[in-house]
C-alpha cells in the first residue's frame, strides 16, 4: 500500500532564510513533514524556532527581501506549490480558500475600517463565483457555525466592536465559508485569556472534525497539543528533532530536547514544592549557522560523536512512525549524562 | 452625529471668539496712530483727533471691540482707512481671486502626493521611489519665493512662455487665467505635495506591515486589492490631517505667492492691512479666515467618520 497517496501536504526538504545585514539566517533548515486527511497536526518548539516561517513558507507569504524559500517541495494534494510564484494566480486560489491560516493576534487581524460581514464577503467572492446577496448568506452561516450568536447582525460589525474571541472566531469562519482542506491556525489561543483558548481550540478541532480538514497547530503550549493534537513535530532552530504520535512524544520523548521541554512544564500530578527544571541556555542564533546539531550547547547528553558529526538526520526509530534526529540513545543505561549543566 | 455635529459648531464658536479678541488686541497693541498714518504726516493734530472721533477711536477698547462685533453681526465689516472701501466688499473682490489658487493647489497637490507616496511604498527601494524621495526632499527644502523668482526669470523672461505675473478671473478668460496661474499653483503645491507623498509613504510602509494586510494575503485577495481596498484606506486617514491643516492657506491665502507673483488676493490685502495699520481690514479678513477654517475642519471631522468607522461610531 501506497502511504504517500494519502497525505494531504507534505513539505520536503523545506529550507527557508532571511538575509539580513548580519548573514544568513536559516530559520527553515531542511524541515520535512507531513499532514494525512482528518489530522491534527502540532508544531512544537521555542520562539524562534522556525515553526512560523515554516507555515508562512507553506503559503509563500514569507516577506521578501530579506525571506527567501531556497528549496524543498511543498507537496499539496499531489502538487507541488512551490512551482507557483507567489503571487502567481494559482496560489492566490490556495491561500485562504484551499488553505486557510488562522494568526495569534485576532485583535489586529481584521482590516479595522471594514465590516466583518464585507471581509468575508470579499474572501468568498474571491474563490466561488457567487453574488454579493449569496456571499451573504454563506458569511452568515460560517459565522453561525462558528458560534457567534446573532450571526446575521454581526455581518454589519466592524472589528473593534468584537471581542478577541470572537474576532478569532471570525477568521475561522473565513475557512468555514472557504470550504478549507487545511487550516493553519499559528498559535491561535496565545493572545486569549485561558477561557476563551479553551473556547477557540474546542471550536477549531471540533469544526474541523466535522468538516473533515486538516489542522496544523503551531503552539509551544503543550497542553493544548495533548488534549488535541494526532502526531506531533517537534523543533528546534530551524530542524525538526522529532516526531511521532502524541502519546508517544509525550509520554516517552526521545530527543534531549524535547525531554527537556516537557520537564519545564508544570503537571497536576506533581508534589507542591517541586520545582520546575527549565533547560538551560538560550536558543542559538541562526545566523550562519555551523551545520551540526543546534541542540549541543545546552545538551546534558553531548557526546563527542555530536560535536564532531554534521546535523543527525532525522531517521525512522524501532517505533511506527516515530523519527529522532539524535545521536544519543538518552534511555540508555550506559548514557554518558551530565548531571549539572547550570 | 447631530449631536457630534453640534457640539464641534459650538467649539468653534468659541475658537472665532478666541481669534476675534486676539486680532482686535493685536492690532490695538502694534505701536502707531491708524489715524495719524492714515492723514499723513503733514495732517494738522486737530484732523487727526477728528478722525479718531469718526473712527471711534477715543472710545475706551472694550467699547470699540463691542462696536466692531456689533457691526459684524449687522453684516458691516467697517471701512478701510487706506481705500476708502467697505471690508465687505474688499473681500468679496479678494476670496475668489485667492480662492481661485488655493483649491486647484490643494486638489493638486492631494492626487500627486498621494499617488506618489502610495507609488514610493509599493516600489520600496527600487529606483522609482528613490526618485521621488529625492524630488520630495527637494520640493520640501525650496524656498516658495526663490523658486518662484526662478520659474519666472525662466518661464517669464528667458522662454516668454507664460506671463510673468498678474491674475485674470477664469470667468473672464479661462486661458489667460490658466497661463497665469500655473507658475503660483506650482509654487503653492511643491510643498504640501512634498510632505503629503513623504506622509502617505511612510503611513503606507506602516501599513503594509500590518496584520490585516497579512490576513488578506494569506486569504488569496489579489494585490491590487490588499494596496487600494485595505492598505490605502488605512493609510489615508491620517493624511486627511494634513490636508486639513492646509485649508487655512487656501482660504486665507499664500502672503509668498501672491507678492512673488503680485495677485492682489487675502494674503496682500492682509499685508498691506497690518502695514498701514488699516486695523478693520486685518481684524474683520482675520475673522472670517478663521471662521471659513473652523466650519471646514468640522466638515474634516465629519470625513474622518466616514472613513474611519470606529470614529463614526463614537458619535452615538
Not at chain 1, 517505533?319 to 549539572?340: F, M, P, Q, T, W
Not at chain 2, 488686541?25 to 502707531?32: F, K, T, V
Amino acid at each position: 500500500m501506497n502511504e504517500k497517496k494519502d497525505y494531504l501536504l507534505e513539505v520536503k526538504n523545506l529550507r527557508t532564510s532571511f538575509f539580513t545585514s548580519n548573514g544568513e539566517v536559516k530559520a527553515v533548515n531542511n524541515v520535512s513533514f507531513h499532514v494525512n486527511r482528518g489530522e491534527v497536526v502540532a508544531i512544537v518548539g521555542e520562539s524562534g524556532c522556525g515553526k512560523s516561517v515554516t507555515q508562512m513558507s507553506i503559503m509563500q507569504l514569507v516577506q521578501s527581501p530579506p525571506g527567501k524559500i531556497l528549496g524543498g517541495e511543498v507537496n499539496f494534494n499531489g502538487k507541488n506549490l512551490l512551482k507557483y510564484g507567489p503571487n502567481s494566480k494559482e496560489m492566490r486560489s490556495i491561500r485562504g480558500n484551499k488553505i486557510a491560516m488562522i494568526f495569534q493576534e485576532p485583535m489586529t487581524a481584521l482590516d479595522p475600517v471594514m465590516t466583518i460581514g464585507a471581509q468575508l464577503v470579499e474572501v468568498i467572492r474571491t474563490h466561488r463565483k457567487v453574488s454579493k446577496k449569496e456571499a451573504l448568506v454563506i458569511a452568515e452561516k460560517a459565522l453561525d457555525s462558528v458560534g457567534i450568536p446573532d450571526a446575521k447582525a454581526r455581518l454589519s460589525n466592524y472589528p473593534f466592536e468584537m471581542s478577541g474571541g470572537m474576532r478569532q472566531r471570525a477568521m475561522i469562519a473565513t475557512a468555514v465559508a472557504c470550504e478549507s482542506e487545511l487550516l493553519i491556525a499559528d498559535e491561535p489561543t496565545t493572545a486569549l485569556d485561558v477561557t476563551t483558548q479553551a473556547q477557540v481550540m474546542e471550536l477549531l478541532v471540533d469544526i474541523v472534525h466535522k468538516r473533515n480538514m486538516s489542522l496544523i497547530i503551531v503552539t509551544h503550549n503543550l497542553g493544548v497539543v495533548n488534549r488535541y493534537a494526532d502526531r506531533i513535530y517537534v523543533m528546534y532552530a530551524g530542524h525538526v528533532v522529532e516526531q511521532g504520535t502524541t502519546e508517544q512524544i509525550l509520554k516517552h520523548p526521545n530527543h534531549p530536547y524535547t525531554e527537556g521541554l516537557l520537564a519545564s512544564v508544570p503537571k497536576l500530578e506533581e508534589e507542591v514544592g517541586e520545582k520546575l527544571v527549565p533547560i538551560p541556555g538560550t536558543p542559538p542564533n541562526l545566523t550562519d549557522i555551523p551545520d551540526i546539531c543546534p541542540f549541543i550547547p545546552r545538551c546534558r547528553y553531548a557526546c563527542d560523536k555530536c560535536r564532531n558529526s554534521v546535523m543527525p538526520p532525522l531517521e525512522r526509530t524501532g517505533e511506527s512512525g516515530r523519527y529522532l534526529a539524535c545521536y544519543v540513545d538518552i534511555h540508555a543505561d550506559d548514557v554518558n549524562e551530565v548531571k549539572d549543566n547550570g | 452625529m447631530g449631536k457630534f455635529i453640534l457640539r464641534r459648531l459650538g467649539i468653534s464658536l468659541i475658537i472665532v471668539f478666541l481669534v476675534s479678541l486676539f486680532a482686535f488686541s493685536l492690532m490695538h497693541i502694534l505701536p502707531g496712530d491708524p489715524a495719524r498714518l492714515a492723514l499723513g504726516e503733514e495732517a494738522s493734530e486737530e484732523d487727526v483727533q477728528a478722525l479718531r472721533e469718526e473712527l471711534n477711536l477715543d472710545k475706551p477698547l472694550p467699547v470699540q471691540y463691542w462696536l466692531w462685533i456689533k457691526g459684524l453681526f449687522t453684516g458691516d465689516m467697517g471701512y478701510s482707512i487706506i481705500y476708502n472701501r467697505s471690508v465687505k466688499e474688499m473681500l468679496t473682490e479678494k476670496i475668489p481671486r485667492t480662492l481661485s489658487l488655493g483649491i486647484p493647489s490643494l486638489i493638486i497637490s492631494s492626487v500627486l502626493g498621494i499617488t506618489f507616496g502610495v507609488l514610493s511604498a509599493i516600489k520600496r527601494g527600487k529606483w522609482i521611489d528613490q526618485l521621488i524621495t529625492f524630488l520630495a526632499t527637494l520640493g520640501a527644502g525650496t524656498p516658495v519665493f526663490w523658486i518662484g523668482i526662478i520659474l519666472m526669470y525662466f518661464f517669464g523672461v528667458k522662454l516668454r512662455i507664460l506671463p510673468i505675473s498678474g491674475w485674470t478671473s477664469p470667468a473672464v478668460d479661462f486661458t489667460k487665467y490658466v497661463r497665469q496661474a500655473l507658475m503660483p499653483v506650482f509654487c503653492l503645491s511643491l510643498h504640501l505635495t512634498a510632505s503629503i507623498s513623504r506622509q502617505t509613504r511612510a503611513n503606507m510602509l506602516d501599513v503594509v506591515n500590518q496584520d490585516y494586510i497579512r490576513t488578506c494575503r494569506a486569504n488569496g485577495i489579489n494585490e491590487r486589492s490588499v494596496i487600494f481596498r485595505h492598505a490605502l484606506r488605512n493609510t489615508l486617514i491620517p493624511i486627511i490631517t494634513i490636508i486639513a491643516l492646509q485649508i487655512r492657506q487656501v482660504i486665507g491665502g499664500s502672503l509668498m505667492v501672491e507678492q512673488v507673483f503680485n495677485i492682489p488676493g487675502i494674503g496682500l490685502m492682509v499685508k498691506q492691512g497690518i502695514m498701514g495699520r488699516d486695523y478693520l481690514v486685518v481684524q474683520s479678513s482675520v475673522l472670517i479666515i478663521s471662521l471659513v477654517t473652523t466650519v471646514c475642519n468640522v466638515f474634516v471631522d465629519i470625513l474622518y467618520g466616514l472613513v474611519n468607522p470606529q470614529i463614526r461610531k463614537s458619535w452615538g
